[in-house]
């Protein structure tokens, strides 16, 4: 399984971006579909998440009403739609797969990564 995430950028400050993360195949049984985010120095942080059977989304506080998580089951992508972008949220961004539907917000339930998109909001 190989995911391949897109749409990173600079944007100014109230800005926004489109993430994609497309994923090879649906042949494994991954059950959530997650993003996070790893700042310079930082340690990588739980953003979004979205369960593959219902599209049931679910954010971390930091993001809750700015971003929003969808997925095409079709052309099996996820997306990440981030308005009001703010500095903080200036990071590489990564997709990931997990079939661990109860620690959808733990990196290390999350068994496929894509290689990360950079983030940079200007102030």
């Known amino acids: 399984v190989q995911l391949q995430a897109s749409g990173g950028g600079l944007v100014q400050t109230g800005g926004s971006l489109r993430l994609s993360c497309k994923v090879s195949?649906?042949?494994?049984?991954?059950?959530?579909m997650g993003w996070f985010r790893q700042a310079s120095g930082k340690s990588r942080t739980f953003v979004a998440a979205?369960?593959?059977?219902?599209?049931?989304?679910f954010y971390s506080d930091s993001v809750k009403g700015r971003f929003t998580a969808s997925l095409d089951r079709v052309t099996n992508t996820i997306y990440l739609q981030m308005n009001s972008l703010r500095p903080e949220d200036t990071a590489v961004y990564y997709c990931a797969a997990s079939d661990n539907p109860l620690r959808y917000t733990d990196a290390r339930s999350y068994t496929y990564w894509g290689q990360g998109t950079l983030v940079t909001v200007s102030s």
């Open positions: 195949e649906r042949t494994w049984n991954y059950s959530v």
């Open positions: 979205v369960a593959w059977n219902t599209g049931t989304p």
